[in-house]
Nanobody, 126 residues
Framework: QVQLVESGGGLVQDGGSLRLSCAAS????????MGWFRQAPGKDREFVVA????????TYADSVKGRFTISRDNAKNTVYLQMNSLNPEDTAVYYC???????????????????WGQGTQVTVSS
């Protein structure tokens, strides 16, 4: 049974930082590209950032470039999202997702991922 479990969310002030983690189990983690998506109240889920299965390629949404950093540790089956300079527009539930790919490179911004976590709430107060 595949599980993706996010952690690290919480309440932070405008300008603050958080680090999200997503621990994967039940799959061969290094075969999967990973992504982070988010959904704010009343809005559609949106792409945030993705990383290739070896970590060599990353793609960021324009809204988070220069502030967020994705990384992964295949030995720990975990992907991370370091979020700096947070602002109230970043408030959302953050989801990690896994997409099988036979390619070492490549990132995926569409939401057709194979597995999803349950999400972790990030709230940025002004």
């Amino acid at each position: 049974q595949v599980q993706l479990v996010e952690s690290g969310g919480g309440l932070v002030q405008d300008g603050g930082s958080l680090r999200l983690s997503c621990a994967a189990s039940g799959l061969t983690f290094s075969w999967y590209a990973m992504g982070w998506f988010r959904q704010a109240p009343g809005k559609d889920r949106e792409f945030v950032v993705a990383i290739s299965r070896r970590g060599g390629d990353t793609t960021y949404a324009d809204s988070v470039k220069g502030r967020f950093t994705i990384s992964r540790d295949n030995a720990k089956n975990t992907v991370y999202l370091q979020m700096n300079s947070l602002n109230p527009e970043d408030t959302a539930v953050y989801y990690c997702a896994a997409k099988y790919t036979p390619y070492n490179g490549g990132t995926y911004y569409r939401s057709d991922y194979d597995y999803w976590g349950q999400g972790t709430q990030v709230t940025v107060s002004s």
